[in-house]
Structures are given as structure tokens and as C-alpha cells.
């Protein structure tokens, strides 16, 4: 069997080491080939196991599974603080319900807190053992390396501008004239899987959307990576890199981009809106850690009406499967489960069909998924 992958981000590069691990033959199409453009060089590399919802909860788990033999991943845990009663009520909440999971969690009193953080403002602070970070450039980079050790090939630059379905197979044709033939084909491009999908005649409602994230000026000497902390009543999250902090915010009104706005990839120029939010957002630090940020970056993501990603086969086009919506925390569980599926061993979770809004409205699925954007951090995990 052969499988092109269009897509050679965190996503692609998962699905091709998974797929290459059981000897399957595996072709990657990569439409940058240099600087990678998608979200995956955005992203700040947080790797959170547990979700309200109990599907992204297992993919997560089976995430840190695969990631934990790299070591472009650090097993750092992962924090949430609360700075009001309410707060502390609902990060009990969450850590039984992490418990139940299954998950070592626990709540405990604001101490021991990493240095950056304003301990002063926090009354509670939710803990979250099999939390990691990564750093999703090197991660990716580390999950390509393995997958090429089993046999994976990637070709680039290749866009892919066709594919069609030929003699129970498919062909795929790039920009630069190549043609290739495979019996199942990924669609694996992040924030341009819309124009893909459409290629097959599908509507994939997938909505780009506009972040904000920055770091301070570089200091000596390196530190290693503390876990991952996050404010989930004020919408903000921040975490060292290194030599570096970095801190983001999602207390904001939603940005989405228009897909005309993504030629040049997933970093847009800085919007000057974001500045009020990032100020705010340095309000959990300690005062000593405030900094005037030294890199701004804008960077676009795919969200979807409910906040789930898409993962299963393209209906009507057998032999076409989509892995969209996909983010560092649930790629690595999400590439196993999905050669499980294509190797005809498992059905994959109906809840992240890829037709489950098929019938519905095309602006009230932009508006939910929107309406969901400020809460992704207070639920969910990059």
C-alpha cells in the first residue's frame, strides 16, 4: 500500500512516522520544502493531557506516548492558577475530573510556583503531573527524522493543485507538473484544508484565526523548560523557552483571517490591537518578570464549530482521509489512531467525523466557532 500525505507539519509528519512504522510505503508532499509557514512554527508547545472532552483526552495521552522518546519534549507538567474562590472551585472540579481519567493531578496551595508568576494574586493552583512541553519546530523536525528512518519519503516544494480518484486509487498532481499515483491519500495542511477538501468536492468548515504571542528579550543562562502555566479565569498562559519567556493571551476579540491572507503562511504582521491584551496578560507576572516584548508573533490557527478536530475518512471519496484542526498536544495520538483506521483496524471516534456539521449553515458554524475561541485555554490545550 502507498499513501501520499499532503501536509508536512506537526500533523503530516505524525501520520507519516506512524504509517512508516507498520512498513507502510509513504509519500509526504510538502508545499514549503525551506522555513516551514504553517502553524506549527507558531506554536508555543504546550502538550496538555487532560480535556473536558474525553476523546482529546486520549488522543493526548497517546500523544505524550509518542513524543516522550524525543528530545525536542520535556516532561515539565503543566500549572493552572486560580486567583479567586470561583476559580479554585473550578480547578477542583477539573482535577477530579483528571483524576477520574485516570491522570495525576492535584490542588494545592500557591507554592513552589516558577519565578515569572505573581504568586501574590494566586489562591489555588492545579497540578497536572503528565503535562509536557515541546518545541514544535525541533519536534517536528525529530518525528520527520524517524519516519525517513522507516522508508518515509518527502518530496518538496510540492503543492498539490489536483487529485482525483483513478482505478480504486488516487492521482495527485503538484504546481510543478509531478504526478503521483497512491491507494489512500491524508489531507494534512492545517489552516489550508478548506482548499484541499474542496478539491474533493467536500466543505471542511475550518476557521483561521489570529493569536497573539511574545517573548522577552533573550537572558543568560539557559534555564530548562518549568511547566507550563496558565491563568485560565483571564484567558493567558505563559512558559520559559529556554533562555526566553514567553507569554500569550486569548482575552480578546476574535480575529479571523481570510484565507486570501494566508499566501504568505501562518505569521501575519503584528496587529496593534493585540497590544492592550498583552499588556493585560503581563499582569499575572511577577513585576520583575514584566518585560517589553523583544518578538511579537501573530500566528494563525484552525478552529472549528466545537472545538473538536477533523479525523476520519472523506465520505464519498473512499480511500481519501482528513487530519485537520490538529494541534502539537493531540497530533502524535491522533497519526496512530488514524493508521490504525486506514489499516482497517479500528473505526475512528464519530465526534470528529468529518461530516458532522454537513447540514448546517455555513455562517452559524463560522459563529460558534468563534464563540468558542476565548475559551481554549480555559478547556483545552495547544
Same mark, same amino acid.
Given at each position: ?119 501574590? &494574586? !494566586? $489562591?489555588?493552583? %492545579?497540578?497536572?503531573?503528565?503535562? *509536557?512541553? #515541546?518545541?514544535?519546530?525541533?519536534? +517536528?523536525?525529530? /518525528? ?39 491507494? &489512500? !491519500? $491524508?489531507?494534512? %495542511?492545517?489552516?489550508?484544508?478548506? *482548499?484541499? #477538501?474542496?478539491?474533493?468536492?467536500? +466543505?471542511?468548515? /475550518? ?52 484565507? #486570501? ?61 482528513? #487530519? ?59
Amino acid at each position: 500500500m502507498h499513501v501520499v500525505i499532503v501536509g508536512a507539519g506537526i500533523v503530516g509528519v505524525s501520520v507519516a512516522c506512524a504509517l512508516a512504522g507498520r512498513g507502510v510505503a509513504v509519500t509526504v508532499l510538502d508545499r514549503d520544502g525551506g522555513k516551514q509557514r504553517g502553524s506549527t512554527a507558531f506554536a508555543p508547545g504546550f502538550v496538555g493531557v487532560y480535556n473536558d472532552a474525553p476523546v482529546l483526552t486520549e488522543l493526548a495521552r497517546a500523544s505524550v506516548d509518542v513524543y516522550r522518546e524525543l528530545p525536542a519534549f520535556a516532561p515539565s507538567g503543566g500549572l493552572e492558577l486560580a486567583t479567586s474562590s470561583a476559580g479554585a472551585e473550578t480547578l477542583a472540579e477539573r482535577v477530579r475530573s483528571a483524576q477520574r481519567a485516570g491522570l495525576r493531578a492535584t490542588l494545592d496551595a500557591p507554592r513552589g510556583l516558577p519565578s515569572f508568576v505573581d504568586d501574590r &494574586q !494566586v $489562591v489555588a493552583v %492545579a497540578r497536572y503531573d503528565d503535562d *509536557g512541553v #515541546a518545541t514544535p519546530h525541533l519536534l +517536528r523536525a525529530q /518525528l520527520r527524522a524517524v519516519a525517513e528512518s522507516s522508508g518515509a519519503q518527502f518530496v518538496a516544494p510540492a503543492e498539490v493543485v489536483d487529485m482525483r480518484p483513478r482505478g480504486g486509487g488516487w492521482t495527485v498532481r503538484t504546481a510543478d507538473g509531478r504526478t503521483l499515483t497512491a491507494d &489512500q !491519500v $491524508v489531507l494534512a %495542511a492545517g489552516i489550508w484544508g478548506p *482548499g484541499l #477538501a474542496g478539491m474533493l468536492g467536500r +466543505r471542511l468548515p /475550518l476557521f483561521p484565526v489570529a493569536h497573539p504571542y511574545v517573548y522577552a528579550r533573550p537572558r543568560a543562562p539557559r534555564v530548562d523548560p518549568g511547566p507550563f502555566v496558565r491563568w485560565p479565569e483571564h484567558h493567558v498562559y505563559a512558559r520559559a523557552h529556554g533562555d526566553t519567556l514567553g507569554i500569550g493571551s486569548y482575552d480578546h476579540r476574535p480575529a479571523p483571517v481570510a484565507p #486570501a491572507a494566508l499566501d504568505g503562511g501562518a505569521g501575519l504582521a503584528w496587529d496593534p490591537a493585540f497590544d492592550a491584551p498583552i499588556a493585560s496578560a503581563q499582569s499575572r507576572l511577577h513585576p520583575d518578570a514584566r518585560f517589553t516584548p523583544a518578538a511579537r508573533v501573530n500566528g494563525v490557527f484552525a478552529m472549528t464549530p466545537d472545538n473538536l478536530p477533523f479525523l476520519g475518512p472523506v465520505p464519498g471519496a473512499e480511500g481519501a482521509w482528513i #487530519a485537520q484542526a490538529i494541534w502539537v498536544t493531540h497530533a502524535g495520538g491522533a497519526a496512530l489512531a488514524l493508521s490504525r483506521a486506514l489499516c482497517g483496524e479500528l473505526a475512528l471516534p464519530e465526534e470528529l467525523a468529518c461530516d458532522r456539521f454537513e447540514d448546517a449553515p455555513a455562517h452559524d458554524l463560522e459563529t460558534s466557532a468563534l464563540r468558542l475561541y476565548r475559551d481554549i485555554y480555559a478547556h483545552d490545550s495547544v
